[in-house]
T-cell receptor, first 112, second 110 residues
Framework: KAGVTQTPRYLIKTRGQQVTLSCSPISGHRSVSWYQQTPGQGLQFLFEYFSETQRNKGNFPGRFSGRQFSNSRSEMNVSTLELGDSALYLC???????????FGPGTRLTVL | QKEVEQDPGPLSVPEGAIVSLNCTYSNSAFQYFMWYRQYSRKGPELLMYTYSSGNKEDGRFTAQVDKSSKYISLFIRDSQPSDSATYLCASGRTTDKLIFGTGTRLQVFP
């Protein structure tokens, strides 16, 4: 099976702009989670979608949003970008429960 | 206090050494425990997971969980330079979010 894919791999934006990141889970996986990874904070949970519904949410401001499509592909959107949003954004998929998650390579976002 | 705490290292060991990586967690409701390995510029890769106290072995890797003391360990036997990476522990409850430690950077030198 193909692994989790994320596009784009690298992105450079300026403050105030918005960005959309995409994630395609492993075939058959219905749960998609998003994480932000920074050197100082490590991996922080953003949200999880299961069968097109947000099932869990982390402690991030409303500028961070996501959605999941009927084919389980997911997108994450960040509006009004801030310098502190520069990070590696990782997507992970699992069959159902959140235990065995498989990660994609990530999208590295740089906000200037 | 973070729900999952992990010593960031870095940890530097010679090839062939036994490596011990450790985490503690605070939530007694956590049901499962994972170890991920992350190479530079890559996403985390699932190494091992377990639901119960005790040891779970997979090749050179042994995961150990002690629920009474809320302690999670990963042992690497006969460490290799290719084991050089950041190791992340994680824990959580089924259908709830997974909580990660900040990661321990390991370097195995020849």
């Amino acid at each position: 099976k193909a692994g989790v894919t994320q596009t784009p791999r690298y992105l450079i934006k300026t403050r105030g702009q918005q960005v959309t990141l995409s994630c395609s889970p492993i075939s058959g996986h219905r749960s998609v989670s998003w994480y932000q990874q920074t050197p100082g904070q490590g991996l922080q949970f953003l949200f999880e979608y299961f069968s097109e519904t947000q099932r869990n949410k982390g402690n991030f401001p409303g500028r961070f949003s996501g959605r999941q499509f009927s084919n389980s592909r997911s997108e994450m959107n960040v509006s009004t970008l801030e310098l502190g949003d520069s990070a590696l954004y990782l997507c992970a998929s699992s069959e159902g429960a959140i235990d065995t998650q498989y990660f994609g390579p990530g999208t590295r976002l740089t906000v200037l | 206090q973070k729900e999952v705490e992990q010593d960031p290292g870095p940890l530097s060991v010679p090839e062939g050494a036994i490596v011990s990586l450790n985490c503690t967690y605070s939530n007694s409701a956590f049901q499962y425990f994972m170890w991920y390995r992350q190479y530079s510029r890559k996403g985390p890769e699932l190494l091992m997971y377990t639901y119960s106290s005790g040891n779970k072995e997979d090749g050179r890797f042994t995961a150990q969980v002690d629920k009474s003391s809320k302690y999670i360990s990963l042992f690497i036997r006969d460490s290799q330079p290719s084991d050089s990476a950041t190791y992340l522990c994680a824990s959580g409850r089924t259908t709830d979010k997974l909580i990660f430690g900040t990661g321990t950077r390991l370097q195995v030198f020849p």
